[in-house]
């Protein structure tokens, strides 16, 4: 009688053990051959680049549009050090710190996964997260989300070691940088982005569940009180904080939602978050490609199993996508959104398959835990290749996003030939064309949407701009947007190709509409009978 084969996820525990400097040797190859140190247009990004070189100039955290309080400062005073020895916003320079952030995560994971489980497995799913399509992505996008990423990697890595038991404890240095590491971590995302304080909310989450449990949680509860007053700490010292006295914006649409829009916020959650967050975006983020409804609600319904088998191993992790989930159900994401979650789920995903294979026996089982690794990789290692092809392509922003940006580019320029830096021009792709002129342009939708106002308010807000311009056509819906705004177009001053299978942009002045050149009418006063 011949003895049954190990487990598939031993062998390849085995095999990522036996090869792990080849497969090192890998996944720096493909980020090398990743890299081409040019910018990925996107309107994110842009606000951070134009923000970043108004610090150089001297102009302090300001964009030429006023929103500059809706933007976290880390990414803009980092582009703006990294340029600052040469005078300008270095883009080359950013793509080589971002790839750095997002190799030094992968450094980390490795270190934070070793000592949770063990060398081979460390190995094996570093390396899976790093040809995850949506973590290698944004290893060439200037966000936000890759130093977020890093920051959250730092917390649970300076917990994991502060909440070590069974050993001895480590050396005051030691347990001096273990703090270090936590505190860092926590400051280094409210730097980045606002949505530490869905993270913050898992840490409450997972010590409130350990309290209930049992007692003698004081060193957890040390950690989560440090977390929560290294955010505060970081949050207040923001200039926007220090500037307008505003430190809570995100937090407070979350709660508008919750208390003063509940009903719409229930339905918007039932009938749109909820079906798309099932059946499009977890399976995209995770395994790089939409599948369509069907599978990618399958693959949702795998993810909350994954999710039961990190709570029950690794409880903070899972705690930590709970609240992001939670949070997206309120504010639908997309796909990048869900890079602080990998981690966790891929431990989670790689446990569930473990955990099959230990639990029961037989054929069924070996082809079930393959599958579940295979459905993760190989998805993903397609998407990998697409992105180093895009990558790779001559000239970059002739084929990157179909070349639309090459026509964004030239706008730009005539933008910044016709307008001035007082004046205020009104367009689709507002903050990329913001940065390719220097000028202040906005999109229509975030003029009327962000800002909240009525047609009268919003004539209020441009009577105080020396000129007014408008770029045609507006691809997203004119006659919902445009012609809702109270001014009108004159005469075209420039125009821009944007191809044979595409009308050109055009550049308009424009001016309020007559009936909104003065104060509005005063409000009737109603009588009560």
Request: net charge positive; aromatic share 10%.
């Amino acid at each position: 009688m011949t003895d049954a084969p190990p487990p598939i996820t031993e062998q390849l525990l085995n095999w990522a053990d036996r090869w792990r400097w080849a497969l090192l040797a890998v996944v720096l190859t493909v980020y090398a051959l990743a890299f081409n140190g040019q910018w990925r247009p996107g309107p994110d990004s842009a606000e951070h680049l134009l923000i970043a070189d108004r610090l150089l100039r001297g102009l302090g955290f300001t964009h030429p549009t006023g929103w500059e309080y809706q933007l976290t400062p880390g990414l803009a005073y980092l582009m703006a050090a990294i340029g600052y020895p040469f005078g300008g916003v270095q883009p080359f320079l950013n793509q080589v710190v971002m790839l750095l952030i997002a190799l030094g995560t992968l450094a980390l994971a490795f270190v934070l996964l070793g000592e949770a489980f063990d060398r081979a497995t460390a190995v094996l799913l570093t390396v899976m997260l790093a040809l995850t399509e949506t973590f290698f992505r944004l290893s060439t996008d200037l966000l936000t989300d890759m130093p977020f990423c890093l920051g959250l990697v730092m917390l649970l890595l300076g917990w994991q070691r502060l909440m070590r038991t069974g050993e001895p404890r480590d050396g005051r240095a030691k347990q001096v940088g273990h703090w270090a590491l936590l505190i860092g971590g926590v400051m280094l995302m409210t730097l980045f982005r606002n949505v530490v304080i869905t993270v913050l909310a898992g840490v409450v989450l997972h010590v409130l569940w350990r309290m209930v449990r049992g007692p003698r949680q004081g060193r957890m509860i040390a950690a989560g009180a440090a977390a929560i007053a290294a955010w505060c700490v970081a949050r207040l010292a923001q200039p926007i904080t220090v500037t307008t006295g505003q430190w809570a914006h995100d937090e407070g649409r979350v709660i508008d939602r919750l208390v003063h829009d509940l009903p719409r916020t229930l339905g918007r959650l039932l009938n749109e978050n909820l079906p798309q967050l099932a059946t499009e975006n977890t399976a995209e983020a995770l395994l790089g490609v939409d599948f369509g409804p069907v599978f990618s609600l399958l693959v949702a319904a795998a993810v909350i199993a994954v999710w039961w088998r990190l709570m029950l191993t690794n409880a903070l992790w899972g705690w930590i996508v709970a609240a992001f989930f939670a949070q997206w159900l309120l504010f639908l994401p997309g796909d990048r959104y869900f890079l602080p979650v990998l981690l966790p789920l891929l431990v989670g995903w790689w446990q569930s398959a473990r955990w099959l294979e230990q639990r029961w026996k037989g054929a069924w089982v070996r082809i079930a835990a393959a599958g579940m690794l295979v459905l993760w990789i190989c998805p993903n290692l397609v998407r990998v290749v697409d992105v180093v092809h895009d990558q790779r392509r001559r000239p970059f922003l002739e084929h990157y996003a179909g070349g639309r940006f090459v026509a964004l580019q030239e706008l730009g320029k005539v933008i910044a030939q016709h307008a001035d830096e007082n004046d205020l021009v009104i367009g689709e792709d507002g903050q990329v064309l913001s940065w390719y002129s220097h000028r202040a342009v906005m999109d229509p939708k975030q003029l009327r949407l962000s800002a909240g106002l009525d047609k009268w308010q919003l004539s209020e807000l441009l009577r105080h701009y020396p000129r007014i311009f408008m770029i045609e056509p507006y691809d997203s819906g004119p006659n919902q947007v445009m012609q809702r705004l109270p001014v009108d177009s004159g005469p075209a001053i420039a125009s821009v190709s944007r191809g044979e299978d595409r009308p050109p942009y055009s550049l308009h002045e424009a001016e309020l509409r007559d009936k909104f050149r003065q104060a509005p009418p005063a409000k009737p006063v109603s009588k009560r009978k």
